[in-house]
Antibody
Framework: EVQLVESGGGLVQPGGSLRLSCAAS????????MSWVRQAPGKGLEWVSS????????NYADSVKGRFTISRDYSKSTLYLQMNSLRAEDTALYYC??????????????WGQGTRVTVSS | ETLMAQSPATLSVSPGEGATLSCRAS??????LAWYLQKPGQAPRLLIY???ARATGIPARFSGSGSGTEFTLTISSLQSEDFAVYYC?????????FGQGTKVEIK
């Protein structure tokens, strides 16, 4: 059974940094692309970033480009999102999501329960 | 950016009745369109991918259709567990984009 468990969220001041983690299990981590999707309070879903199975392809939403970095550690089967220069508008529940194969041109077939990030002074 | 517009914003339906949800893309996304269901306090769950293929474990009462810019999700007979928010999402163009959601509520 696929399991995705996010952690690392919390309260941070504007301009601060956080690193989110997503521990994956139940599938061969190397073989699947992964993504981060966020949901601001009471709002819809917003794609943030994706990384291919081998890690050689990454994409970012314009709203986070240059501030967020997606990465993955194959030895730990863990996906990361390094978030720098955080803004109030980054406040959201951040979901880790798995794609159905190695490529990035796919949908999200499994989701974690999310980790909450609040950016406020 | 490919804008995804869902309609209606809210749909009031009685249990056992059918429902039709629409999703329109601002440019062609081919058949690279997915539908998700999200219940309060839960993560989204994949229902449909490739515009019309049901995800694993999704009941046959859910069906998707369309291609290019016009898509439809049909629920043939709503069960209590189907009352939720539904999102469409395109994965043909960067950035990936979602519709704003359609809330299906009990009438």
């Amino acid at each position: 059974e696929v399991q995705l468990v996010e952690s690392g969220g919390g309260l941070v001041q504007p301009g601060g940094s956080l690193r989110l983690s997503c521990a994956a299990s139940g599938f061969t981590f190397t073989s699947y692309a992964m993504s981060w999707v966020r949901q601001a309070p009471g709002k819809g879903l917003e794609w943030v970033s994706s990384i291919s199975g081998r890690g050689n392809g990454v994409n970012y939403a314009d709203s986070v480009k240059g501030r967020f970095t997606i990465s993955r550690d194959y030895s730990k089967s863990t996906l990361y999102l390094q978030m720098n220069s955080l803004r109030a508008e980054d406040t959201a529940l951040y979901y880790c999501a798995k794609l159905p194969n190695e490529a990035l041109v796919r949908y999200f077939d499994s989701w974690g329960q999310g980790t909450r990030v609040t950016v406020s002074s | 950016e490919t804008l995804m517009a869902q309609s209606p914003a809210t749909l009031s339906v009685s249990p056992g009745e059918g429902a039709t949800l629409s999703c329109r893309a601002s440019q062609s996304v081919s058949s690279n369109l997915a539908w998700y269901l999200q219940k309060p306090g839960q993560a989204p769950r994949l229902l449909i991918y490739g515009a019309s293929a049901r995800a694993t474990g999704i009941p046959a009462r859910f069906s998707g259709s369309g291609s290019g810019t016009e898509f439809t999700l049909t629920i043939s007979s709503l069960q209590s567990e189907d009352f939720a928010v539904y999102y469409c999402q395109q994965y043909n163009n960067w950035p990936r984009t979602f519709g704003q959601g359609t809330k299906v509520e009990i009438k």
